[in-house]
Nanobody
Framework: QVHFVESGGGLVQPGGSLRLSCVPD????????IGWFRQAPGKEREGVSC????????YYADSVKGRFTMSRDNAKKLVYLQMNSLKPEDTAVYYC????????????????????????YGQGTQVTVSS
């Protein structure tokens, strides 16, 4: 079964930075949109960011715009999420997932919509922002 392997999470103080990575296990990144999602305890999964394969457009949830930057390296089969100016409300388990070609349609928060046909979620990586 194809899935992603996420890494890079940890404990960081408010205002700090982390870089998350995910690697596809069992498939290539070409021709797929890649999304980052997160889920905090007691909350629904929400989309954080996404890069479309179709046109290389980047999409970010309103809550992370200007703070998070997503990138992908198809040749190296790596996807990154650079997270700066972290806030306690960013605390969650972060996941990668994929769907064909395009990130759209987007969710109400302007990020990828987890209710769309995203798949290949991995185990996730825990990000905790706390002093």
């Amino acid at each position: 079964q194809v899935h992603f392997v996420e890494s890079g999470g940890g404990l960081v103080q408010p205002g700090g930075s982390l870089r998350l990575s995910c690697v596809p296990d069992g498939f290539r990144l070409d021709n797929y949109a890649i999304g980052w999602f997160r889920q905090a305890p007691g909350k629904e999964r929400e989309g954080v960011s996404c890069i479309s394969s179709k046109d290389d457009n980047h999409y970010y949830a309103d809550s992370v715009k200007g703070r998070f930057t997503m990138s992908r390296d198809n040749a190296k089969k790596l996807v990154y999420l650079q997270m700066n100016s972290l806030k306690p409300e960013d605390t969650a388990v972060y996941y990668c997932a994929t769907k064909a070609l395009d990130c759209r349609p987007l969710a109400y928060n302007s990020g990828p919509d987890p209710r769309q046909d995203f798949s290949a979620y991995g185990q996730g990586t825990q990000v905790t922002v706390s002093s």
